[in-house]
């Protein structure tokens, strides 16, 4: 199918649409590793370090991910990169099928990292789709909107893992009225627990992908031979807005997933609180993020974007400041509450990042989800 170029937003209505359920999808499978992280801890009797390397190569798999698929768009367009991408997570999504028959925290690893690689691709060319697409001026305010569905899939994706996941049971070890049968089948539970979930979300998204090759999307522009693409990126490096975005952008990743990823493990252990209550305190954070979201995008009518995400950051980080120094449930309130401040600033960011880049924003786009690899710090 031949994608045909358009003025604005004319014509596109059924991408800018179809790309908002993308902000969705990641979202979901973001804050699905959240839930993992707490539910591979106790099938697979991890420490806190053990369990962290569910973020470790998810996020890798961004970084590695991120310039292939910029390149990728660059040289086929929204379409096929879009397409690459769900392909990429719902084949990772189907994985885990065969990691809970055999059991293996490395196959789960194997299929996050396949996973990762997907979201990757979507994220490459979603984000800067949507500034694309429209006014310049109203890029920031339009990309937060776009990504209001990401919020409402990290909300779905919590949900998903605390209903369908989550068991609520625990088990002690050294119960020795407990057999060495009875521990075997309570991890072998756990583990089959994430099967049903992911292989419904694979199935979800390839259709998504076969979707995608219908959907017309704007034009790829050729522009320069392939040594000129490396000579624009290299010259990127020294656009100073790009770079400090870049920068903003890894420290605001990093911080994000280390506030989401132990919020149920910070609650357990600070707060004294049950694995039940424990989700329950991240779902709060997550509907506290997508208020933030509504409330951050509806004040950029007024006041400069830029303006906004000073004011967020030193919230969010005031905060976070207060969960280290505080102890219990108080402790745990600026945690939860630290979300709502965080809501605004990777859209905004992005969107500050590639201003002024023309063609260019689409590699500039792919160094700051590169940028994500923050999440592994």
């Known amino acids: 199918m031949t994608e045909k170029p358009g003025s604005g937003q004319d014509g596109y209505h059924v991408a800018i649409a179809f790309v908002v359920v993308l902000f ?3 979202g979901m499978a973001n804050n699905l590793n959240d839930i993992l992280i707490a539910q591979f801890k106790k099938a697979f ?13 998810f996020y890798f798999g961004y970084f590695l991910f991120s310039l292939p698929a910029a390149l990728l768009m660059q040289g086929r367009g929204y379409r096929i990169a879009i397409m690459t991408g769900l392909g990429c997570y719902g084949a990772g999504a189907l994985l885990f099928y065969p990691a809970a028959e055999f059991g293996r925290y490395e196959f789960f690893l194997v299929a996050l990292f396949i996973i990762a690689g997907g979201l990757a691709f979507l994220e490459t060319a979603a984000n800067p789709l949507m500034t694309e697409i429209g006014d ?39 119960d020795p009225t407990l057999s060495e049968a009875a521990k075997t089948l309570f991890y072998r539970n756990e583990i089959l627990s994430v099967r049903g979930p992911y292989i419904t979300l694979g199935l979800f998204v390839l259709c998504l ?11 790829v522009q050729h522009h320069g031979s392939g040594e000129g693409k490396r000579n624009s990126l290299y010259g990127l490096f020294r656009k100073p807005r790009l770079r400090f975005a870049v920068i903003a952008q890894f420290f605001y990743v990093g911080a994000q997933v280390a506030v989401w990823s132990y919020t149920i493990r910070y609650a357990e252990a600070n707060a004294h609180m049950t694995e039940a209550s424990g989700a329950n305190a991240l779902l709060i954070s997550l509907i506290l993020f997508a208020c933030g979201r509504f409330c951050g ?16 950051a030193a919230a969010s980080l005031l905060l976070t400041l207060g969960s280290s120094a505080l102890s ?50």
Request: glycine share 12%; hydrophobic share 55%.
């Open 24 to 26: 969705f999808l990641w």
């Open 45 to 57: 009797v991890l420490s806190d370090f053990g369990t962290s390397f569910v973020q470790q190569v």
């Open 136 to 174: 310049p001026a109203g890029a920031a305010r339009r990309l937060n909107w776009a990504q209001v569905a990401n919020p409402i899939g990290t909300l779905s994706g919590i949900l998903i893992g605390k209903y369908f996941i989550l068991s609520g049971k625990t088990l002690d070890p050294t």
């Open 209 to 219: 992908a076969m979707l995608a090759a219908f959907i017309r999307f704007p034009p």
């Open 297 to 312: 995008t509806s004040l950029m009518v007024r006041f400069a974007p830029n303006t906004i995400l000073q004011f967020f």
């Open 328 to 377: 219990g449930h108080a402790g745990l309130y600026c945690l939860v509450l630290a979300s709502f401040f965080l809501s605004i600033q990777f859209p905004t960011i992005f969107a500050l990042g590639v201003e002024g880049l023309g063609q260019e924003r689409r590699l500039g786009g792919s160094l700051m989800i590169m940028a994500i690899i923050g999440g592994l710090f």
